[in-house]
């Protein structure tokens, strides 16, 4: 098992930055890579960004491609989501996920991912 752990969600204006950061632990070597996704208003879970452990390849969603940074630190078994630019339609539960699977192809479906954290709230004024 794996358990993740999400943290520095908040309140912030159109424009600000907020950093992301997901812990995990327990059988982290069994991941291949970690992801962010997000759940708005009436909305279902959404993809954000994803990093690989091989060659730290990321991926992002065009939404937010160019405003969010994923990033890790391997020591801390840590990864972070930097969010600059922020829009009120960012305003989501923010949820970290890990997966085990190599394969690519579905790295931006849910349903590709074994482990989930509880979530936290980010919400982006006007």
């Known amino acids: 098992q794996v358990q993740l752990v999400e943290s520095g969600g908040g309140l912030v204006q159109a424009g600000d930055s907020l950093r992301l950061s997901c812990a995990a632990s327990?059988?982290?070597?069994?991941?291949?890579?970690m992801g962010w996704f997000r759940r708005g208003p009436g909305n279902e879970r959404r993809f954000v960004a994803v990093i690989r452990w091989t060659g730290g390849i990321t991926y992002y969603a065009d939404s937010v491609k160019g405003r969010f940074t994923i990033s890790r630190d391997n020591a801390k078994n840590t990864v972070y989501l930097q969010m600059t630019g922020l829009k009120p339609e960012d305003t989501a539960v923010y949820y970290c996920?890990?997966?085990?699977?190599?394969?690519?192809?579905?790295?931006?479906?849910?349903?590709?991912?074994?482990?989930w954290g509880q979530g936290t709230q980010v919400t982006v004024s006007s």
């Open positions: 327990g059988r982290t070597f069994s991941t291949s890579g």
């Open positions: 996920a890990a997966r085990t699977t190599i394969a690519i192809a579905d790295i931006a479906q849910a349903a590709s991912y074994d482990y």
